[in-house]
Protein backbone atom coordinates (compact mmCIF):
# COMPACT_ATOMS: atom_id res chain seq x y z
CA UNK A 1 0.00 0.00 0.00
CA UNK A 2 1.08 3.46 -0.53
CA UNK A 3 1.85 6.23 1.68
CA UNK A 4 -0.08 9.39 0.79
CA UNK A 5 2.68 12.16 0.78
CA UNK A 6 1.99 15.64 1.41
CA UNK A 7 4.04 17.60 -1.16
CA UNK A 8 7.55 18.56 -0.30
CA UNK A 9 7.64 15.66 1.93
CA UNK A 10 10.70 13.33 1.42
CA UNK A 11 10.59 9.84 -0.48
CA UNK A 12 12.95 7.47 -0.96
CA UNK A 13 10.30 5.21 -3.48
CA UNK A 14 11.65 4.98 -7.59
CA UNK A 15 9.74 6.11 -10.15
CA UNK A 16 7.10 3.39 -10.21
CA UNK A 17 5.02 5.26 -12.94
CA UNK A 18 7.40 5.70 -15.65
CA UNK A 19 5.79 4.35 -18.81
CA UNK A 20 2.37 3.83 -17.16
CA UNK A 21 1.23 7.36 -19.30
CA UNK A 22 2.39 7.97 -22.47
CA UNK A 23 4.71 10.10 -22.80
CA UNK A 24 4.11 13.48 -23.70
CA UNK A 25 7.22 14.61 -25.40
CA UNK A 26 7.45 11.34 -26.93
CA UNK A 27 9.72 12.13 -30.44
CA UNK A 28 12.05 13.82 -27.76
CA UNK A 29 10.59 17.29 -28.58
CA UNK A 30 10.64 18.52 -25.39
CA UNK A 31 10.78 22.23 -25.15
CA UNK A 32 14.00 23.88 -25.51
CA UNK A 33 14.72 25.70 -22.22
CA UNK A 34 15.96 28.30 -24.61
CA UNK A 35 12.69 29.39 -25.75
CA UNK A 36 10.62 31.69 -23.61
CA UNK A 37 7.33 33.68 -23.53
CA UNK A 38 6.87 37.31 -22.54
CA UNK A 39 4.65 38.23 -19.66
CA UNK A 40 1.37 39.03 -21.36
CA UNK A 41 1.75 36.05 -23.90
CA UNK A 42 2.27 34.30 -20.83
CA UNK A 43 -0.86 35.51 -18.51
CA UNK A 44 -2.69 34.36 -21.78
CA UNK A 45 -1.63 31.07 -22.09
CA UNK A 46 -1.97 30.27 -17.84
CA UNK A 47 -5.35 32.46 -17.70
CA UNK A 48 -4.12 34.44 -15.07
CA UNK A 49 -3.94 38.46 -15.08
CA UNK A 50 -0.87 40.69 -15.60
CA UNK A 51 -1.33 42.13 -11.68
CA UNK A 52 -1.28 38.15 -10.71
CA UNK A 53 1.55 37.86 -12.54
CA UNK A 54 4.11 40.70 -11.80
CA UNK A 55 2.70 39.82 -7.92
CA UNK A 56 3.78 36.44 -8.10
CA UNK A 57 7.18 37.20 -9.50
CA UNK A 58 7.79 40.17 -7.28
CA UNK A 59 6.97 37.75 -3.96
CA UNK A 60 8.78 34.68 -5.83
CA UNK A 61 5.93 32.45 -5.86
CA UNK A 62 6.85 32.22 -9.71
CA UNK A 63 9.33 33.55 -10.89
CA UNK A 64 11.02 33.67 -14.39
CA UNK A 65 13.96 30.98 -14.82
CA UNK A 66 14.83 32.79 -18.36
CA UNK A 67 15.39 35.95 -17.71
CA UNK A 68 14.09 38.53 -14.70
CA UNK A 69 12.88 41.85 -15.32
CA UNK A 70 16.13 43.91 -14.17
CA UNK A 71 15.15 47.98 -14.08
CA UNK A 72 12.74 50.51 -16.69
CA UNK A 73 12.17 49.33 -19.99
CA UNK A 74 13.12 45.11 -19.22
CA UNK A 75 10.89 41.76 -20.35
CA UNK A 76 10.65 39.07 -18.00
CA UNK A 77 10.52 36.05 -19.95
CA UNK A 78 9.37 33.23 -18.90
CA UNK A 79 9.69 29.46 -20.06
CA UNK A 80 7.46 26.39 -20.53
CA UNK A 81 7.94 24.97 -17.43
CA UNK A 82 7.28 28.35 -15.77
CA UNK A 83 4.05 29.24 -17.38
CA UNK A 84 2.57 25.66 -16.17
CA UNK A 85 3.65 26.27 -12.82
CA UNK A 86 1.61 29.67 -13.33
CA UNK A 87 -1.44 27.37 -14.52
CA UNK A 88 -0.96 25.40 -11.41
CA UNK A 89 -1.12 27.76 -9.43
CA UNK A 90 -3.74 29.06 -10.87
CA UNK A 91 -6.23 25.93 -10.35
CA UNK A 92 -4.47 25.67 -6.94
CA UNK A 93 -6.19 29.57 -6.30
CA UNK A 94 -9.03 28.59 -7.90
CA UNK A 95 -9.93 25.41 -5.71
CA UNK A 96 -9.15 27.60 -1.95
CA UNK A 97 -5.28 26.54 -1.31
CA UNK A 98 -3.73 29.55 1.08
CA UNK A 99 -0.97 30.60 -0.94
CA UNK A 100 1.09 29.73 1.90
CA UNK A 101 0.37 25.69 1.10
CA UNK A 102 0.76 26.84 -3.01
CA UNK A 103 4.22 28.12 -2.31
CA UNK A 104 5.09 24.72 -0.95
CA UNK A 105 3.69 23.19 -4.12
CA UNK A 106 5.62 25.42 -6.18
CA UNK A 107 8.95 25.34 -4.59
CA UNK A 108 8.50 21.16 -4.85
CA UNK A 109 7.40 21.40 -8.63
CA UNK A 110 10.54 23.58 -9.35
CA UNK A 111 13.09 20.85 -8.50
CA UNK A 112 11.45 18.83 -11.04
CA UNK A 113 11.92 18.61 -14.99
CA UNK A 114 9.19 18.94 -17.56
CA UNK A 115 9.31 15.50 -18.07
CA UNK A 116 8.38 14.54 -14.27
CA UNK A 117 6.06 16.87 -14.07
CA UNK A 118 4.36 14.83 -16.74
CA UNK A 119 3.98 12.30 -13.76
CA UNK A 120 2.24 14.15 -11.25
CA UNK A 121 -1.35 14.80 -10.06
CA UNK A 122 -1.62 17.13 -7.39
CA UNK A 123 -4.77 16.83 -5.02
CA UNK A 124 -5.79 18.88 -2.27
CA UNK A 125 -8.13 19.05 0.62
CA UNK A 126 -8.15 22.75 1.18
CA UNK A 127 -5.24 22.54 3.49
CA UNK A 128 -2.72 20.17 2.39
CA UNK A 129 -1.61 19.20 -1.34
CA UNK A 130 -0.73 15.57 -1.87
CA UNK A 131 1.54 14.63 -4.87
CA UNK A 132 0.47 11.28 -6.16
CA UNK A 133 2.85 9.37 -8.98
CA UNK A 134 0.49 6.17 -9.82
CA UNK A 135 -3.01 5.43 -9.82
CA UNK A 136 -2.57 3.17 -6.55
CA UNK A 137 -1.28 6.78 -4.80
CA UNK A 138 -4.81 8.38 -6.36
CA UNK A 139 -6.86 5.25 -4.94
CA UNK A 140 -4.98 5.34 -1.24
CA UNK A 141 -5.46 8.59 -0.91
CA UNK A 142 -9.39 9.03 -2.02
CA UNK A 143 -9.76 6.19 0.35
CA UNK A 144 -8.30 7.76 3.09
CA UNK A 145 -10.43 10.64 2.70
CA UNK A 146 -8.00 13.58 2.09
CA UNK A 147 -8.17 14.53 -1.78
CA UNK A 148 -11.08 16.52 -2.79
CA UNK A 149 -9.50 18.06 -5.68
CA UNK A 150 -7.10 17.32 -7.54
CA UNK A 151 -4.77 18.61 -10.93
CA UNK A 152 -3.25 16.52 -13.24
CA UNK A 153 -0.53 18.46 -14.06
CA UNK A 154 0.14 16.57 -17.52
CA UNK A 155 -3.57 17.54 -18.66
CA UNK A 156 -2.43 21.13 -18.02
CA UNK A 157 1.04 20.62 -20.02
CA UNK A 158 -1.26 19.30 -22.57
CA UNK A 159 -3.47 22.17 -22.46
CA UNK A 160 -0.41 24.65 -22.96
CA UNK A 161 1.23 22.27 -25.28
CA UNK A 162 -1.84 22.58 -27.73
CA UNK A 163 -2.11 26.45 -27.45
CA UNK A 164 1.49 27.94 -26.94
CA UNK A 165 2.03 28.30 -30.71
CA UNK A 166 -0.05 30.70 -30.85
CA UNK A 167 1.62 33.21 -29.06
CA UNK A 168 5.07 34.93 -29.93
CA UNK A 169 8.07 33.40 -29.01
CA UNK A 170 11.81 34.50 -28.28
CA UNK A 171 15.06 33.22 -27.52
CA UNK A 172 16.79 34.16 -24.56
CA UNK A 173 20.43 33.20 -26.32
CA UNK A 174 19.58 36.07 -28.66
CA UNK A 175 19.39 33.84 -31.93
CA UNK A 176 17.05 35.39 -34.35
CA UNK A 177 16.05 31.52 -36.23
CA UNK A 178 12.36 30.90 -36.32
CA UNK A 179 11.14 29.24 -33.22
CA UNK A 180 9.14 25.82 -34.37
CA UNK A 181 6.27 25.18 -32.44
CA UNK A 182 5.36 22.28 -30.33
CA UNK A 183 2.91 19.97 -32.55
CA UNK A 184 3.59 16.81 -31.21
CA UNK A 185 0.21 17.21 -29.23
CA UNK A 186 -3.31 15.27 -30.70
CA UNK A 187 -5.09 19.16 -31.02
CA UNK A 188 -2.41 20.71 -32.84
CA UNK A 189 -2.63 17.93 -35.06
CA UNK A 190 -6.32 18.43 -35.71
CA UNK A 191 -6.16 22.23 -36.11
CA UNK A 192 -3.12 21.40 -38.56
CA UNK A 193 -5.04 18.83 -40.21
CA UNK A 194 -7.87 21.66 -40.13
CA UNK A 195 -6.15 24.32 -41.79
CA UNK A 196 -4.24 21.79 -44.64
CA UNK A 197 -7.58 20.87 -46.13
Partial sequence: MHEERPVGAEHDRHDEAAGEQGELF??????????GYRGPAACQIAG????QLDYWARTALVQPTIRTAHGSG?????????VLVLK??????????????IRVAVEHLRQRGVRDLAKIT?????????ECTSPEE??????????VFGIAVSGAMREISGTIHEFPAERADG???PIAPITND??????????AG
Avoid at 26 to 35: F, G, T
Avoid at 122 to 130: M, W
Fill in 88 to 101: VVKRLLDTGVSLQN
Fill in 175 to 177: VDE
Fill in 138 to 147: VVDLLQGGQG
Fill in 48 to 51: ITYR
Fill in 122 to 130: LFSDGTTVY
Fill in 26 to 35: PDASAPDELV
Fill in 186 to 195: ELSRRRAARN
Fill in 74 to 82: SQRLYSFKD
